[in-house]
């Protein structure tokens, strides 16, 4: 099972053009864009540029003229999931990376409309109970798991030898991992073959020196779950996502983090494109965490004063002003949530055409 984001081009209908436009759009792998506008056709992002240049190719197309900024949806890289938990979406997130300690759970992110990885938990605790049933319950259990999406592993075992097992099952099955460092050391994750590029850690306290550049090595990136935790990992030298634990706001997690206005920007990058590389799906097509053509078009809105924000702080905009302020959150290109219009303040005018 690939957990590359989207399908193979081609197999895809065309789908509805649309055109969205704010007075910041911010792409995350390109500059911001003052007066911008991104083209969403079917569940794709066809183009993103500036307004006057989008509208002159569309003409045909009334835009949805939304206020404040255009931003990636937000991934939250490590959640719990619960059916009691809040509906992310209304905090601009599209995607997460969910843990599930049963299958009733497991289809939680499918029912809410989110994309991301939905990880099975595994806690089996000895390697004799593991081989007489845990084992095969797993595997039933990603076969059959009613959820539309990408399915991976919570590697939580206390045995070494389930560890090893999972790793293994892992490859196998081309399943992502997740695993949890205060469960285990770094080291003891890297000896039974968890770490990788495959796999992604949620921490809730700090590492030390030698176990982020292990990790670093290994191609693994870190979900930042507590503030306790983002002790030397916001130099750049480390690849950084975000989670919540509890379905909460992550732009809000993020900005608990930021000690310094220059870390804005690698805190913006590690709710979106950060939770993106965490969860596998940063390239591709259908690819998440950034707005550019052929990635999935997973986007949100912000209703922050956007007007005279430029390149160097539109990060920081965002950052401090965004948490609190989504207005609308796009999933595939169909609305996952919006605010009451009249408080959005949106001029909506859906019109649309069959490309």
Avoid: N, Q
């Amino acid at each position: 099972m690939s957990t590359r984001a989207g399908r193979i081009i081609g197999t895809r209908p065309r789908g509805i053009v649309s055109v969205h436009c704010a007075p910041l759009v911010l792409p995350v792998t390109s500059p911001p864009i003052r007066d911008g506008a991104i083209v969403v056709r079917g569940d794709r992002i066809v183009r993103v540029g500036p307004r006057a240049e989008i509208e002159a190719a569309h003409p045909l197309l009334s835009p949805t003229r939304w206020p404040g900024m255009i931003v990636p949806g937000l991934i939250d890289a490590h959640l719990r999931l619960d059916r009691a938990a809040a509906t992310p979406s209304v905090h601009g997130v599209t995607a997460a990376g969910g843990v599930a300690a049963d299958l009733d759970a497991a289809s939680t992110l499918g029912e809410a409309g989110l994309g991301g990885v939905t990880y099975l938990e595994t806690r089996c605790e000895d390697e004799e109970r593991w081989e007489d049933e845990g084992r095969d319950r797993l595997i039933t259990a990603i076969r059959e798991v009613d959820h539309p999406g990408v399915i991976g592993i919570a590697a939580h075992s206390p045995d070494p030898h389930v560890m090893e097992d999972l790793a293994v099952l892992s490859r196998t099955f081309g399943l992502r991992l997740h695993a949890e460092p205060g469960r285990h050391p770094i080291a003891f994750l890297d000896e039974v073959g968890v770490l990788g590029a495959g796999c992604h850690v949620a921490i809730s306290g700090p590492l030390d020196e030698t176990d982020r550049k292990l990790l670093g090595a290994r191609g693994t990136v870190i979900a930042i779950s507590s503030p306790f935790a983002a002790e030397g990992l916001l130099d750049g030298g480390s690849a950084i996502a975000v989670g919540t634990r509890t379905g909460g706001d992550p732009l809000s997690a993020a900005r608990a983090l930021s000690h310094a206005p220059g870390h804005d920007r690698l805190l913006v990058e590690a709710v979106t494109l950060g939770g993106a590389r965490a969860l596998g799906m940063a390239e591709g097509p259908g690819r998440l965490g950034s707005l550019d053509r052929g990635g999935r078009a997973d986007f949100a809105v912000f209703a922050v004063e956007a007007g005279e924000a430029c390149e160097r702080d539109a990060y920081t905009l965002l950052l401090h002003e965004g948490p609190g302020r989504c207005v609308a959150t796009f999933v595939g290109g169909r609305p996952r949530w919006r605010l009451d219009r009249t408080e959005a303040k949106a001029e909506d005018a859906e019109t649309k055409r069959p490309a």
